[in-house]
């Protein structure tokens, strides 16, 4: 029987990244997945839901055009083909999928597809034959946590509730959807949705969407959310599902609504299954993991949505290359306070580091600096101008601590701001930084000449 240098179990972004980075170092290496090569992210996440994203964003644009100078002279002529909408998503995916898997083989990698059951540490049996490894990396990920409201399991029998990978893949484009939650996954369906032309209703039990960002952040999402004819009902308590009606109570009185959809976004959970065997330290959160993804099994490593740490793909990438790193030599780690989080709204949302109440609860001499979307002549241009770029810092050094930004191209502008982190930077330093005019990215250096002294094309009082 062959023995491979490393086994990895699931092949999401962090698996068959584990597994790239393994082969490029020079270890002989197994991938096993038993759904699709790419995980939730690329087959029903993170591609597909931008991909829908991009068509509403267009389509949005569209029913704006006469404010552009252009005029369509039929409005009722421009409407969305959910077939063909539902096509291009597929072909997208599939040419993704494709992509990695011949990068899996341009690595020399073996690949079997089936589900993998740990017999232990050195051993995975698929299909009745066993794989024997040296060393072991789980990346098996999450599936929606679906909690007991009554009613709700029946209703997602039925195709009326749905997850997120329901979500992307509806016979129809619905005239109503509601949805449980106020998180990131959340807040995109709704922007999606909404910009669709569908009546959306969000049910937030706290009093603030993405309560877990920046205070100005939810502040501004929240009220543009609601501006752009997003129905958000916060305090709820949900009681019970009863087919396309949600029953739930605010301030202690019963209410409900209707809708052609119910869509469940109220968290996920780590797939623990198939490796029971290991006896491996689980919390609630997931499987715990040292600073190099290693269990409390010594060979053994989990990454991903299955440690529980950040639920991001890129995250789990990284924690991939950290692990087979790791089992290679070579002990790195990440710094969780310099991973990016975005949101692919409308305006997106990218942030990174402290907010500013957690800088303030770390001890920090905590100062801040904003400045607004509305100021920046591109913004202006295009017709974006809700948003914001906020830096919070350190006041003894302007040590660069947080940056929270609410703008069209939030989710590509954080990558500047991640690296400051990374490189432990200053205001002084991006403030100091020549931006490129006319740009977005301007915003970023007002906001550090804020901090410095005052920005220039700001009147700051």
Same mark, same amino acid.
Request: hydrophobic letters at 40%; a negative charge; charged letters at 20%.
């Given at each position: 029987?062959?023995?491979?240098?490393?086994?990895?179990?699931?092949?999401?972004?962090?698996?068959?990244?584990?597994?790239?980075?393994?082969?490029?170092?020079?270890?002989?290496?197994?991938?096993?997945?038993?759904?699709?090569?790419?995980?939730?992210?690329?087959?029903?996440?993170?591609?597909?839901?931008?991909?829908?994203?991009?068509?509403?964003?267009?389509?949005?644009?569209?029913?704006?055009? =006469? !404010? #552009?100078?252009?005029? +369509?002279?039929?409005?009722?002529?421009?409407? *969305?083909?959910?077939?063909? &909408?539902? $096509?291009?998503?597929?072909?997208?995916?599939?040419?993704?999928?494709?992509?990695?898997?011949?990068?899996?083989?341009?690595?020399?990698?073996?690949?079997?597809?089936?589900?993998?059951?740990?017999?232990?540490?050195?051993?995975?049996?698929?299909?009745?034959?066993?794989?024997?490894?040296?060393?072991?990396?789980?990346?098996?990920?999450?599936?929606?946590?679906?909690?007991?409201?009554?009613?709700?399991? =029946? !209703? #997602?029998?039925?195709? +009326?509730?749905?997850?997120?990978?329901?979500? *992307?893949?509806?016979?129809? &484009?619905? $005239?109503?959807?509601?949805?449980?939650?106020?998180?990131?996954?959340?807040?995109?369906?709704?922007?999606?949705?909404?910009?669709?032309?569908?009546?959306?209703?969000?049910?937030?039990?706290?009093?603030?969407?993405?309560?877990?960002?920046?205070?100005?952040?939810?502040?501004?999402?929240?009220?543009?959310?609601?501006?752009?004819?997003?129905?958000?009902?916060?305090?709820?308590?949900?009681?019970?599902?009863?087919?396309?009606?949600?029953?739930?109570?605010?301030?202690?009185?019963?209410?409900?609504?209707?809708?052609?959809?119910?869509?469940?976004?109220?968290?996920?959970?780590?797939?623990?299954?198939?490796?029971?065997?290991?006896?491996?330290?689980?919390?609630?959160?997931?499987?715990?993991?040292?600073?190099?993804?290693?269990?409390?099994?010594?060979?053994?490593?989990?990454?991903?949505?299955?440690?529980?740490?950040?639920?991001?793909?890129?995250?789990?990438?990284?924690?991939?290359?950290?692990?087979?790193?790791?089992?290679?030599?070579?002990?790195?780690?990440?710094?969780?306070?310099?991973?990016?989080?975005?949101?692919?709204?409308?305006?997106?949302?990218?942030?990174?580091?402290?907010?500013?109440?957690?800088?303030?609860?770390?001890?920090?001499?905590?100062?801040?600096?904003?400045?607004?979307?509305?100021?920046?002549?591109?913004?202006?241009?295009?017709?974006?101008?809700?948003?914001?770029?906020?830096?919070?810092?350190?006041?003894?050094?302007?040590?660069?601590?947080?940056?929270?930004?609410?703008?069209?191209?939030?989710?590509?502008?954080?990558?500047?701001?991640?690296?400051?982190?990374?490189?432990?930077?200053?205001?002084?330093?991006?403030?100091?930084?020549?931006?490129?005019?006319?740009?977005?990215?301007?915003?970023?250096?007002?906001?550090?000449?804020?901090?410095?002294?005052?920005?220039?094309?700001?009147?700051?009082?």
């Amino acid at each position: 029987m062959k023995t491979y240098d490393i086994i990895v179990l699931g092949g999401g972004p962090g698996g068959y990244v584990a597994a790239i980075k393994g082969a490029q170092l020079g270890a002989e290496v197994l991938l096993i997945e038993a759904h699709k090569i790419g995980g939730v992210c690329l087959n029903y996440g993170c591609i597909p839901t931008k991909t829908l994203l991009r068509t509403a964003n267009l389509y949005k644009d569209m029913m704006q055009a =006469e !404010s #552009f100078g252009i005029d +369509i002279p039929d409005m009722t002529a421009v409407r *969305i083909n959910w077939d063909n &909408l539902m $096509k291009r998503k597929e072909k997208v995916v599939k040419q993704l999928t494709s992509g990695v898997r011949q990068l899996v083989k341009h690595n020399g990698i073996d690949y079997v597809e089936g589900f993998g059951t740990v017999i232990d540490k050195n051993n995975v049996e698929v299909d009745g034959k066993t794989f024997r490894g040296n060393h072991l990396i789980l990346a098996t990920g999450s599936t929606t946590r679906i909690p007991e409201i009554p009613g709700l399991r =029946e !209703s #997602f029998l039925k195709g +009326i509730s749905v997850d997120s990978t329901g979500a *992307i893949a509806l016979p129809k &484009l619905p $005239k109503a959807i509601t949805i449980l939650g106020g998180g990131v996954i959340a807040v995109e369906f709704a922007t999606l949705y909404n910009s669709l032309g569908v009546e959306v209703t969000l049910l937030q039990r706290s009093e603030k969407v993405l309560k877990f960002l920046d205070k100005d952040v939810q502040e501004t999402m929240q009220s543009h959310l609601i501006k752009e004819g997003v129905k958000i009902i916060t305090g709820v308590q949900i009681e019970s599902i009863d087919g396309h009606i949600v029953n739930y109570k605010m301030d202690g009185e019963p209410k409900s609504i209707k809708a052609d959809h119910i869509l469940v976004s109220l968290g996920r959970q780590p797939n623990l299954k198939g490796f029971e065997n290991l006896k491996l330290d689980v919390t609630k959160n997931g499987v715990t993991v040292d600073d190099h993804m290693e269990t409390n099994i010594k060979g053994v490593y989990a990454i991903g949505d299955l440690n529980g740490k950040y639920m991001l793909a890129h995250v789990a990438s990284a924690e991939g290359i950290v692990a087979a790193e790791a089992i290679m030599g070579s002990k790195n780690t990440i710094n969780y306070k310099r991973v990016p989080s975005c949101i692919y709204s409308f305006p997106e949302v990218g942030v990174v580091g402290y907010t500013e109440q957690e800088a303030i609860e770390a001890g920090y001499d905590v100062d801040t600096s904003q400045f607004p979307l509305s100021a920046n002549g591109k913004a202006l241009a295009h017709g974006e101008k809700t948003g914001f770029v906020k830096i919070v810092l350190d006041k003894t050094y302007g040590e660069v601590l947080g940056v929270h930004i609410v703008a069209a191209h939030a989710t590509d502008m954080i990558a500047e701001a991640t690296a400051s982190l990374e490189l432990e930077a200053t205001v002084h330093d991006l403030a100091k930084t020549v931006h490129p005019h006319p740009t977005l990215s301007e915003v970023v250096m007002e906001a550090a000449h804020g901090a410095v002294d005052k920005p220039i094309h700001a009147i700051k009082k």
